[in-house]
């Protein structure tokens, strides 16, 4: 089991920075694939980015790419989501996700969530 935590949401103006992070909870963090998604008002929730659990290979959204990164501490049971030149079609609430399958990256259906975090992009 894990719980999910995530922080660093705010209001920001567009072209602005934040990094949101998630904390987790559990011994088998470092196991984990995590990954990023968000979900704005009267939208699907959609993918943002993921990470393996060694880091070793990241995926991003089309939409994101260039401007996001994803990283990961294991040793603070942490990810992290650094965004940059941030615009108002990024405003929505982001959610961390965690699965112990690595097949997760091929079907991101991810077993356990935080509650999200609120970012919002003023122009």
């Known amino acids: 089991q894990v719980q999910l935590v995530e922080s660093g949401g705010g209001l920001v103006q567009a072209g602005g920075s934040l990094r949101l992070s998630c904390a987790a909870s559990?011994?088998?963090?470092?196991?984990?694939?995590m990954g990023w998604f968000r979900q704005a008002p009267g939208k699907d929730r959609e993918f943002v980015a993921s990470?393996?659990?060694?880091?070793?290979?990241?995926s991003y959204a089309t939409s994101v790419k260039g401007r996001f990164t994803i990283s990961r501490d294991n040793a603070k049971n942490t990810v992290y989501l650094q965004m940059t030149s941030l615009k108002p079609e990024d405003t929505a609430v982001y959610y961390c996700?965690?699965?112990?399958?690595?097949?997760?990256?091929?079907?991101?259906?991810?077993?356990?969530w935080g509650q999200g975090t609120q970012v919002t992009v003023s122009s």
């Open positions: 990470i393996t659990w060694s880091a070793a290979t990241t």
């Open positions: 559990g011994r088998t963090f470092s196991s984990y694939t």
């Open positions: 996700a965690a699965d112990e399958d690595p097949r997760v990256l091929l079907h991101r259906r991810y077993d356990y």
